[in-house]
């Protein structure tokens, strides 16, 4: 039997017929909640709160060790004062490396350098009130440290006109013009209708460039094939897996960024899935479907059209892990028309999913079925609001500075930032299972994912693999990336990239932002 053939399996917690008005309620209180949270949990937030503080409040070292430090930093803060009162006054507190907030010249002048160093020391006071505290479950302390930043952020003197120096002098300079363009930019937001001037970033204009045409569609995907651009040309194809939560043209975006329109220079016929933008209809799609219909099936065409040629897998994000669970079926059943593996920032251990996990937990994801069971899905926009969260001094006050204080203009400038506002929809099943079988319950590290009723092994891998980890990623952590290697009995690759989930991994290796690691190889 086929992997394809396999039925698909139901998840827990999918929507039955007949429910009870009970649970119809339910659905739509933290439908209603979910609008003022975006997505999050009240409760996961209030049993973090509430683990911290009893355990603080049963702690009397960890609090003298906090009236301490605020003693201290009320000092160092003074006599920067006295300092700066002679304009000879040396920082007493700088920001961390990536807060860019504080770098321009006029947060150094009187009193915007007292200002912004006061704050500098209430966050790093708060993060040691937050962590270290004995009792407290891992979990919620990353939770409520989380939660705590995201208030600091929200108040940061960085974000308000008469504390920032920047806004200031640009309100002087102007005549006041940016105040006047930004409440324009405000009032634009709030009715809903902002600015959708062409970009000259739309699929087939400006991205998504190369030449190719769709070969194959069914319920899930399209196959587009991207022949080879060279005289002479390479026998393996090469299939693409982009995440199912993101526009396959992430991997096409303009020529000078795309590795599609590369490996087709290079000689390669490439394949890509592109997986549908799921509605309504499509809540009962699952990751058996995804599996069958979209990996297995685009296998199945690729290796009709190259017969007798096995297939070179790459696997990006989600798409990655994706692929590697189809890799392991494979290999259980002997099925050899894969030749390598390439995952490109995909995770197959979800141990350590980076600050993503603190919106991994029981209460979380229930309250997560509850808003997606009303429309059958996730909105994009839910999912952009959470990656957002996860650097909102930059992604979401940066640019409400710019766009509300500076009224600067919010046409997009860049392929990678068109092909981010580009949302997709993920079904309400498919969602929900892997969000409990991979990042709750890490069934697939564990040997405990089911594919076809029978658990897979990534042990059972012992193709050669190329694997891509990037420094600065929130998403899949190198780190988190690089347990490949205590998984597979494979000769793997390793390459760690500068830059973030995207960017590190469409950005051409000729910028020179990757750092080779040692290769690790199977034992003999």
């Known amino acids: 039997m086929r992997i394809a053939d396999l039925p698909s399996q139901p998840v827990t917690g999918a929507a039955t017929p007949g429910e009870t008005p009970v649970r119809e309620l339910d659905r739509a209180l933290y439908a209603q909640l979910a609008w003022w949270t975006q997505g999050l949990s009240p409760a996961s937030l209030a049993a973090a709160a509430t683990d911290w503080l009893v355990h ?141 001037a062409p970009t000259g970033f739309e699929p087939g204009r400006g991205v998504a460039l190369t030449p190719g045409k769709v070969v194959y569609r069914n319920r899930l995907i399209e196959l587009i094939q991207y022949e080879p651009a060279t005289p002479t040309v390479c026998a393996e194809p090469v299939l693409m897996v982009p995440p199912w939560i993101m526009k396959y043209y992430i991997l096409d975006l303009s020529p000078a ?83 390598s593996l390439t995952l490109l920032a995909a995770q197959v251990d979800f141990t350590e999913p980076g600050e993503l996990g603190l919106f991994i937990d029981e209460s979380q994801l229930n309250f997560l079925d509850n808003v997606m069971a009303g429309k059958g899905y996730l909105d994009g926009t839910q999912m952009e609001g959470t990656f957002a969260l996860l650097n909102a001094k930059d992604m979401v006050w940066s640019r409400m500075v710019q766009n509300y204080l500076m009224g600067k203009g919010r046409r997009v400038t860049s392929d990678l930032a068109a092909w981010n506002a580009d949302a997709t929809r993920m079904p309400y099943r498919q ?81 020179k932002r990757r750092a080779r690691l040692p290769d690790r190889h199977a034992c003999p």
């Open 431 to 511: 969602q929900s299972g892997y969000l409990r079988s991979l990042y709750l319950d890490n069934d697939l590290a564990q040997g405990r994912y089911r594919v076809g009723g029978s658990p897979v092994a990534l042990s059972d891998l012992h193709l050669p693999m190329f694997v891509l980890g990037t420094r600065r990623d929130t998403v899949a952590p190198w780190l988190s990336v690089y347990k490949l290697h205590l998984l597979a009995d494979a000769d793997i690759t390793f390459c760690l990239t500068g830059g973030g989930h995207n960017a590190g991994v469409v950005n051409p290796p000729a910028r």
């Open 56 to 196: 603080l409040a049963g702690s009397p070292d960890k609090q003298r060790e906090l009236v301490i430090k605020a003693q201290r930093k009320l000092l160092r803060l003074a006599a920067s004062a006295a300092a700066s009162a002679d304009q000879n006054g040396v920082p007493c507190i700088t920001p961390l490396p990536q807060d860019r907030r504080f770098a321009a010249p006029e947060w150094q002048a009187w009193p915007f350098n007292l200002i912004h160093q006061a704050f500098l020391f209430e966050q790093q006071w708060w993060y040691n009130a937050t962590t270290g505290v004995p009792g407290v479950t891992r979990h919620h302390e990353q939770v409520w440290t989380f939660a705590v930043r995201q208030a600091l952020d929200m108040f940061s003197p960085s974000n308000f006109l008469l504390t920032n120096p920047v806004v200031l002098k640009e309100t002087w300079r102007s005549g006041g013009m940016n105040l006047a363009m930004g409440w324009h930019n405000a009032l634009e937001d709030a009715s809903g209708a902002a600015a959708t």
């Open 257 to 339: 960024n795309s590795l599609v329109r590369y490996l087709v220079g290079q000689g390669h016929t490439v394949f890509m899935i592109s997986w549908k933008n799921p509605d309504a209809a499509d809540r009962d799609l699952g990751m058996d479907d995804y599996l069958t219909l979209g990996v297995m099936a685009a296998i199945d065409q690729v290796a009709a059209r190259r017969p007798g040629y096995a297939i070179q897998g790459l696997g990006y994000c989600l798409g990655g892990t994706l692929l590697a669970i189809a890799a392991a079926a494979m290999a259980r059943e002997g099925d050899e028309r894969l030749a």
